[in-house]
């Protein structure tokens, strides 16, 4: 909320009733939208939270990182071309002039993350706005990406407004942080200072979050099981109405999950994660090779008559109702209805029909996840991305799954609520036995919470084990440059 009124991109709900936000000595407050204008995207930037969001769906990822040279300079369309493609490239993206062609959609969450990162450097601002612009990103990209912002700030004396809830980014990058909480500044001070000698009870809370430690221990029975599972795409190579290209992205996985297990699965973004994910909650058909739940051999792959979509070759398993938490809370919301119809869905897909019912049960899993009953009657529009993050999480246990594939599920959060969220995956998966596959890219915290642990490298299982192995002795070169990175 503060960053967007220093862009004077605060909604009409939003009202300043005092106070002023002073650029180069010039009150923003007190600026004309034409003013503002200027200024917004040349002068200040901003890179924002949730990148799929913030980039027009319709439009081409080169006319939307060349958008703000069009309108703040005289540039030609040639050299507009060519400043996207390096600025494309100083933020890691590979085949840059094939980027801009394509459109947000077509490109991983992480992808998308770093064009957005790419559009707000591209006129090299006095000030740069930065809110959570590595939370997408695996810990080898997210390295990079602070190093560029470094390299930047160097290089141009651009200042940096860097907002995140990953203290240890705070640390590496940062000279002086500022802590909030409801609103209020409640301490500031070198970052040095602040993290290792905090003096406000908020700031100590913070330093000290993490998941409480969990019991590793898990049945032999296997709950999910992959063989030599290939995941493709169809892709249009030309925009809405071009040629579709079958894109291969995950290559002979094969892997097994046993019940009541917390199984990571590691690895940089546009690895495959989330592409094999959908396919083992039935959201991707388009796949071939063998993906199972149980023990029961002929229930392989999902049933069409469910209305998960895969491929079936028999009844599904009492195991096999898989559910997703995804890493873009608001794009995986529906816009037009309120929270509690939202959450109420899985429980009409269950057969509960009474209202009273429907919504005692989901106040009772808004409050599990940290949110009061009052969120029944809002918009995701009205959330902030930790809030429709929560909803998320509760809406997919509210089906009361075997099986929970959380894809990055606290990206978005802040460390104390990560923590809470993360406490609650465990409280569930050590009492209702869960088999949860947990994707994400802190692999500290995979470390923490997971028995074993999958390494995926360009759709490739690379590396398998016991996490600890892994971790201390990883066997493959790419491992060994994750950790490298993460530790």
């Not at 490239?89 to 991983?108: F, I, N, Q, T, W």
């Not at 898989?322 to 009409?348: C, Y």
């Not at 460390?415 to 692999?443: A, G």
């Amino acid at each position: 909320m503060t960053a967007l009124a220093a862009m004077g991109l605060l909604s009409r709900d939003a009202r300043v009733t005092g106070g002023s936000i002073r650029f180069e000595g010039h009150d923003i407050l007190s600026m004309s939208e034409e003013e503002l204008s200027r200024v917004r995207g040349n002068d200040i930037s901003m890179i924002f939270q949730e990148p799929m969001t913030s980039l027009n769906p319709v439009m081409k990822i080169g006319a939307q990182v060349g958008e703000a040279l069009k309108l703040h300079t005289s540039l030609g369309k040639e050299d507009i071309h060519q400043k996207v493609v390096e600025s494309l490239a100083d933020v890691g993206l590979p085949d840059p002039e094939a980027l801009c062609r394509k459109y947000p959609h077509e490109l991983s969450g992480g992808m998308r993350q770093r064009v957005m990162i790419a559009q707000a450097m591209i006129c090299e601002p006095k000030l740069l706005i930065a809110d959570e612009p590595t939370t997408a990103l695996d810990v080898i990209v997210q390295q990079q990406i602070l190093e560029l912002l470094l390299e930047l700030h160097r290089k141009k004396k651009v200042a940096i407004l860097f907002i995140s809830h990953d203290l240890n980014v705070i640390r590496k990058i940062c000279h002086n942080v500022l802590v909030m909480h409801n609103g209020r500044i409640v301490e500031r001070g070198g970052v040095r200072r602040v993290l290792e000698h905090p003096e406000h009870e908020y700031t100590r809370t913070l330093v000290a979050s993490f998941p409480k430690a969990v019991q590793k221990s898990v049945d032999k029975r296997p709950a999910l099981s992959l063989q030599h599972v290939n995941v493709y795409y169809q892709e249009k190579n030309n925009g809405f109405f071009g040629k579709k290209e079958h894109r291969q992205v995950v290559k002979d996985v094969s892997f097994t999950v046993r019940e009541g297990e917390l199984f990571g699965i590691v690895g940089e973004s546009g690895c495959g994660k989330s592409t094999l994910a959908k396919a083992i909650v039935g959201l991707n058909p388009d796949y071939d090779g063998e993906i199972k739940f149980g023990q029961d051999d002929s229930a392989a792959g999902i049933s069409q008559d469910d209305g998960r979509g895969g491929p079936s070759s028999g009844s599904a398993a009492p195991l096999s109702h898989p559910q997703m938490v995804f890493q873009d809370p608001f794009s995986s919301l529906n816009p037009a209805h309120k929270i509690g119809w939202i959450m109420t869905e899985p429980l009409r897909v269950l057969g509960i029909r009474d209202k009273k019912e429907q919504r005692r049960r989901v106040e009772e899993m808004l409050a599990d996840v940290g949110l009061d009953p009052s969120f029944y009657d809002r918009y995701p529009r009205e959330l902030s991305g930790g809030q429709r993050q929560r909803v998320s999480i509760g809406t997919a246990l509210l089906r009361e799954p075997g099986l929970l594939v959380a894809d990055e599920p606290v990206s978005a959060l802040d460390v104390t609520i990560q923590s809470q969220i993360l406490d609650l995956l465990l409280e569930l998966h050590q009492k209702r036995h869960l088999t949860i596959v947990f994707i994400s890219h802190d692999l500290n915290l995979v470390r923490h919470i997971c028995s074993r642990v999958a390494v995926l490298y360009y759709g490739e299982l690379v590396e398998i084990g016991d996490v600890e192995e892994v971790y201390r002795h990883p066997r493959h070169e790419y491992t060994k440059r994750l950790l490298e990175a993460a530790l």
